[in-house]
């Protein structure tokens, strides 16, 4: 039996009778095998407490200590009670036998609700892993710690380090789909007694050397790419959300993801452990939501991390794209001017209808128009072949480029129509070039072949990469929608590289035009 189908199976038979509970307790076991403290945030009534007792049945008969908290909880109740007799003695120290520091799994029920004295012992505790006893420093054999509450820590509270120590925070709402409820309150009571089978339970020489082994996997490339997403997404919006994530609770949650790895036995971390983020670096039930699509979101976008950079590539095409533009195809219509003095006009041979009440007649007129004015709708006086200005006319551009002349008054009686004249486009914007040099146009070629082939090997590598991460993606800690998260991202990736092609070949084409 492999590692992850021994975890499964383990699972398996730690979530019986449990409804809509099934990632939950698989995470709550990682974090267990992981030597991870567990948060558990939900309203009363939501199985919290049975969650952890049946955490800890996953393992050989460890030494279990459960308590309410409240605030009037005293050290006594957690710790131990006072041994009479070391008074006797002169010294202080607790009995701590069948209590929290000689415990291996705990659960503290509404931990917020205690008192400074205690929480404070804690810290240290589940910090250092010593109890101080009197002037005894006691070794705390605490493996993992459970907690749980239906509220998050008030700020300015000094909870703030202990609340930073339970790395993994999970929500347990309340039943929500109807046929699970109705199978919860026909059948009878959930208890924590289950049977675990011997092939399966932890032995306590198994967990010491599988947290050995978990120090040797590796944070992968496409990980650490993600984690990177996540990180400068929690800084952009941190006025938003208020998500602050220490470098200490990086590193415990990059060792959860490598956890995840080992007992799907695997060598490096992938997406699929990279979606356990989701339950490490929430803070409020105001952002949880938030900080649980920001890693999704990462997730997707990452895709595989490709040897050679998706972003040079798609600078490279863009460059491509521009010089092809630029050395072959005219950028903008090209009209048929002359030049004047150094400037650009548009010859415009007009005729002109001059008339009164004795009679009409018509006139030819050449004039040049400054081709400057052609995108202004201000009125210009055209000039004549030495750039004079012509006296008596004057022009106006409108929006559909064409050119209105008119003549102003010739004398008393005389007046003139309005003549309209269009610039003749030589060449129309995107129309190929004349006689681009030939050298120029195979040296374009053999650029976009290049950038072609890479795009076609980053391809293949993605492709042969993705049909054998599929199945390696499944994990007992993740769901298979979850999992679904992380194939988007994928084919995503996948579907952009071809489309790259593809434009590829549109250069390509360009190049033969």
Not at 143 to 149: G, Q
Not at 214 to 220: A, H, P, Q
Not at 430 to 455: D, F, H, P
Request: proline content about 4%; hydrophobic content about 35%.
């Amino acid at each position: 039996m492999s590692l992850q189908t021994r975890i499964k199976k383990l699972i398996d038979q730690i979530s019986v009778g449990m409804h809509e509970r099934e990632e939950i307790i698989p995470i709550a076991l990682l974090g267990a095998l992981t030597g991870q403290n567990t948060f558990l945030y939900g309203p009363p009534g939501t199985a919290k407490s049975l969650i952890s007792r049946r955490i800890a049945k996953a393992f050989d008969k460890p030494p279990y200590f459960e308590y309410l908290m409240n605030r009037f909880s005293t050290p006594e109740e957690v710790f131990g009670p006072v041994s009479i007799k070391a008074l006797k003695e002169d010294q202080y120290t607790r009995k701590t036998e069948n209590y929290l520091p000689k415990a291996e799994f705990a659960f503290l029920d509404e931990i917020w609700k205690s008192s400074p004295a205690i929480l404070n012992s804690l810290l240290t505790l589940i910090n250092e892993g010593i109890y101080k006893n009197g002037q005894e420093l006691e070794k705390a054999p605490l493996k993992a710690l459970i907690a749980a509450s239906n509220e998050t820590p008030e700020e300015n509270q000094g909870l703030d380090a202990l609340y930073d120590r339970f790395i993994i925070r999970l929500m347990v709402g309340p039943i929500e789909i109807k046929e699970n409820f109705e199978s919860l309150i026909s059948s009878k009571p959930t208890h924590a007694e289950v049977r675990i089978t011997d092939d399966v339970v932890i032995k306590n020489n198994e967990w010491a050397s599988w947290l050995k082994k978990i120090d040797t996997v590796e944070l992968s490339q496409d990980t650490l790419t993600i984690i990177h997403l996540i990180r400068k997404e929690l800084s952009e919006q941190f006025e938003e959300l208020g998500v602050y994530v220490s470098d200490r609770r990086w590193q415990k949650a990059a060792q959860l993801l490598k956890a995840s790895a080992f007992f799907n036995n695997r060598k490096q971390t992938n997406h699929s452990d990279a979606l356990l983020l989701r339950y490490c670096l929430w803070t409020t039930e105001n952002n949880r939501e938030d900080v649980e699509s920001i890693v999704n979101n990462a997730i997707e976008k990452s895709g595989f991390s490709p040897e050679l950079s998706l972003a040079e590539l798609d600078r490279k095409k863009d460059a491509l794209d521009k010089e092809i533009t630029h050395e072959i195809f005219h950028e903008k219509d090209v009209y048929d001017t002359v030049n004047i003095d150094g400037k650009e006009f548009f010859k415009a041979v007009m005729n002109f209808e001059f008339g009164d009440h004795w009679g009409r007649e018509r006139a030819q007129k050449t004039l040049y128009i400054p081709k400057n004015n052609m995108n202004s709708e201000e009125t210009f006086i055209p000039v004549n072949t030495q750039a004079v200005e012509l006296d008596g006319y004057e022009g106006c551009f409108n929006k559909q480029g064409s050119c209105s002349i008119k003549v102003t008054r010739i004398n008393r009686t005389r007046w003139s129509a309005e003549g309209v004249f269009t610039p003749k486009i030589l060449y129309k914007k995107g129309q190929k070039k004349q006689n681009v040099n030939n050298r120029l146009i195979n040296a374009l070629k053999a650029e976009v072949n290049k950038l072609t082939q890479s795009l076609r090997t980053t391809l293949e590598l993605c492709e042969a990469k993705q049909a054998e991460y599929v199945s390696s993606l499944y994990s007992p800690f993740v769901s298979e929608q979850s999992c679904n998260i992380a194939l988007k991202g994928i084919n995503q990736q996948i579907s952009d590289l071809k489309l790259r092609i593809k434009d590829c070949d549109r250069l390509k084409g360009l190049c033969s035009a």
